[in-house]
C-alpha cells in the first residue's frame, strides 16, 4: 500500500531559526516527490517537485532534498518568518498513470517572533 | 478574476438538504480535481475531470455528485450528507496530460475551499 509519513506531526520555532521537515514514502514506482504550503484557510501550493534523478531543489529560503534509495524528502527552511507558519505537506506520485497521488498528513509549523 | 476560485466558502446544511459546490479556474487548464480535507487527516483525492470526462472516482459515496460542464467549471452536488462529511473541500486544477508530458508532474492549482459543516 503506498505510503506517505511525515515527521514532526507540528513544530514550533523562533522566527530566524532554521528548520527541517521529514518525508519518509513507500510509493511505487515512484515518479515525482511535491511539498506543497497550505496556509491557514487557504489552498495548498506547490514549493518543489523533484523527479527520480534529482537530489536537492531550491525555491528561495527553502529547499527540498530527496534520497530516492532510502525513500525520504526533507524540507529545509532557512531564516524562518512569520510568514512561513502554515502546514507543510510532502504527496507523492507514482508512474504508470494513475491520477491518485499519495498525500502525507503535513506538518504543522509555528513561527514565533 | 484569477486562479481557481470556489464558492461558497462557507456552508452549513442539514442532513436532509441539497446543495452544490461550485468550483472556476480561469488558468486555460484541461484537468479539474475535488479534494477532501479532514482535520488531522491526509487529503483525499474525490474526483478527476480531464477535458470534461471523469476519469477518476475515489470509491466516493454516492451521496456526493460531481459535474464538470466544461474545462473551467466544476461542481459538487451533495445529498443526505452525514456529520463525518463535515471538511474543508478543495478544487484544484492543472494543464492536461497529454499537453504537458507526464501528467504525474503536473502542478495542480487549488482553490481556497469550502468549509462544509453537516449538522
Known amino acids: 500500500k503506498n505510503q506517505v509519513e511525515q515527521s514532526p506531526q507540528s513544530l514550533i520555532i523562533l522566527e530566524g531559526k532554521n528548520c527541517t521537515l521529514q518525508c519518509n514514502y513507500t510509493v511505487s514506482p515512484f515518479s515525482n516527490l511535491r511539498w506543497y504550503k497550505q496556509d491557514t484557510g487557504r489552498g495548498p501550493v506547490s514549493l518543489t517537485i523533484m523527479t527520480f534523478s534529482e537530489n536537492t531543489k531550491s525555491n528561495g529560503r527553502y529547499t527540498a532534498t530527496l534520497d530516492a534509495d532510502t525513500k525520504q524528502s526533507s524540507l529545509h527552511i532557512t531564516a524562518s518568518q512569520l510568514s512561513d507558519s502554515a502546514s507543510y505537506i510532502c504527496?507523492?506520485?507514482?508512474?504508470?498513470?494513475?491520477?491518485?497521488?499519495?498525500f502525507g498528513r503535513g506538518t504543522s509549523l509555528i513561527v514565533h517572533p | 478574476e484569477t486562479g481557481v476560485t470556489q464558492t461558497p466558502r462557507h456552508l452549513v446544511m442539514g442532513m436532509t438538504n441539497k446543495k452544490s459546490l461550485k468550483c472556476e479556474q480561469h488558468?486555460?487548464?484541461?484537468?479539474m480535481y475535488w479534494y477532501k480535507q479532514s482535520a488531522k487527516k491526509p487529503l483525499e483525492l474525490m474526483f478527476v475531470y480531464n477535458f470534461k470526462e471523469q476519469t477518476e472516482n475515489n470509491s466516493v459515496p454516492s451521496r456526493f455528485s460531481p459535474e464538470c460542464p466544461n474545462s473551467s467549471h466544476l461542481f459538487l452536488h451533495l445529498h443526505t450528507l452525514q456529520p463525518e462529511d463535515s471538511a474543508l473541500y478543495l478544487c484544484?486544477?492543472?494543464?492536461?496530460?497529454?499537453?504537458?508530458?507526464?501528467?504525474?508532474?503536473?502542478?495542480?492549482?487549488f482553490g481556497p475551499g469550502t468549509r462544509l459543516t453537516v449538522l
Open positions: 504527496v507523492v506520485s507514482a508512474s504508470g498513470g494513475s491520477y491518485i497521488p499519495t
Open positions: 484544484a486544477s492543472s494543464q492536461d496530460r497529454e499537453l504537458a508530458g507526464d501528467w504525474a508532474y503536473n502542478e495542480q492549482f
Open positions: 488558468l486555460g487548464h484541461n484537468a
